[in-house]
């Protein structure tokens, strides 16, 4: 195997762990916003576990995080919970830096 070939190997081989990492960390956040969002709904125990899980399925909808902001937003107005767009966003943001803390540190 040639240098070039062994550094394309090692290209793909990371690019293929950070975007696992990607997804990983992705799919953590979103179970944190869903215990969040449930808090804030006055859902608790099983409930807001399983809540969390349909707000980990959403992000199956489309790329992006678009799909995750509507479905805590449509559940917010349903539930008249006062959060702005911006603070969701903000909190989706916030929750992912917690995410990718949280997988660093597992290793």
Do not use: C, P
Request: proline share 0%.
């Amino acid at each position: 195997m040639s240098e070039l070939d062994k550094r394309e190997a090692g290209f793909e081989r990371k690019f293929a762990h950070d975007a696992e990492m990607r997804f990983k960390a992705e799919a953590r956040r979103n179970k944190l916003l869903g215990l969040w969002a449930a808090d804030l709904m006055g859902i608790t125990g099983d409930e807001a576990h399983e809540y969390a899980k349909e707000v980990i399925k959403s992000d199956f909808e489309e790329a992006g995080d678009n799909d995750v902001f509507r479905k805590v937003r449509a559940d917010f107005d349903a539930k008249n919970i006062d959060q702005s767009d911006h603070q969701l966003r903000r909190t989706m943001d916030e929750l992912m830096a917690k995410a990718i803390e949280q997988l660093e540190k597992e290793g």
